[in-house]
């Protein structure tokens, strides 16, 4: 069983749709939580991250993270073509730990107009 | 202020060869990792640099790899010699202590 699993799609969803993008992961220790974005041909960006369990909110994109179940989730309202891009999913262990981050494979989302 | 780069952007070199990547972090950025990223795989750890040494280096596959950071600046990976199944993006990242780590554009290695 890998550490994170993440479906790569791709994901093909109407302008102006809510996009929801998961990831679970098998090992509790885990305590940083983040999502990065990737253009193509470009490296990854970390768009957000939260410690532990609960929300987070960005303007349009909003975090979960439920612990109990090993799943996290990233919300993105009000879709742009500008979206599309692949969002990778990345966790690490945090304070008394690494904090390098094991990644998922990434989802391929699409945005059309 | 100039992000991370990376050269070259792609590089296709034949089995048997050496291949070397250059990175050069964001200044003032101690931490410097190296990742790879199969087709079709995630995006695996290398290695970690904090400044001129040797973090971590657990996710290095084999010998065949070596990883410099000279003077704390740049970084080099090498790759000798190169076998198929070292075709990938290969990433180069830099942070300041356990904050956001900002990535290269990656380079692209295939190796015929």
């Known amino acids: 069983q890998k550490e994170v699993e993440q479906d790569p799609g791709p994901l093909s969803v109407p302008e102006g749709a809510i996009v929801s993008l998961n990831c679970t992961y098998s090992?509790?220790?885990?305590?940083?939580f983040m999502w990065y974005r990737q253009y193509s041909r470009k490296g990854p960006e970390l768009l957000m991250y939260?410690?532990?369990?609960g929300n987070k909110e960005d303007g349009r994109f909003t975090a979960q993270v439920d612990k109990s179940s090993k799943y996290i989730s990233l919300f993105i309202r009000d879709s742009q073509p500008s979206d599309s891009a692949t969002y990778l999913c990345a966790m690490s262990y945090g304070p008394g730990g690494s904090y390098i981050p094991t990644f998922g494979r990434g989802t391929s989302l699409i945005v059309h107009p | 202020e100039a992000g991370v780069t990376q050269f070259p952007s792609h590089s296709v070199i034949e089995k048997g060869q050496t291949v070397t990547l250059r990175c050069d972090p964001i200044?003032?950025?101690?931490?410097l990792y190296w990742y790879r990223r199969v087709m079709g795989k995630e995006i695996k750890f290398l290695l970690h640099f904090v400044k001129e040494s040797k973090q971590d280096e657990s996710g290095m596959p084999n010998n065949r790899f070596l990883a410099e950071r000279t003077g704390g600046t740049y970084s080099t990976l090498k790759v000798q010699p190169a076998e198929l199944e070292d075709s990938g993006v290969y990433f180069c990242?830099?942070?300041?202590?356990?904050?956001?780590?900002?990535f290269g554009q990656g380079t692209r290695l295939t190796v015929v």
């Open positions: 939260t410690y532990s369990s």
């Open positions: 990242a830099s942070s300041q202590e356990h904050t956001e780590a900002f």
């Open positions: 090992n509790s220790a885990f305590q940083y």
């Open positions: 200044s003032g950025h101690d931490n």
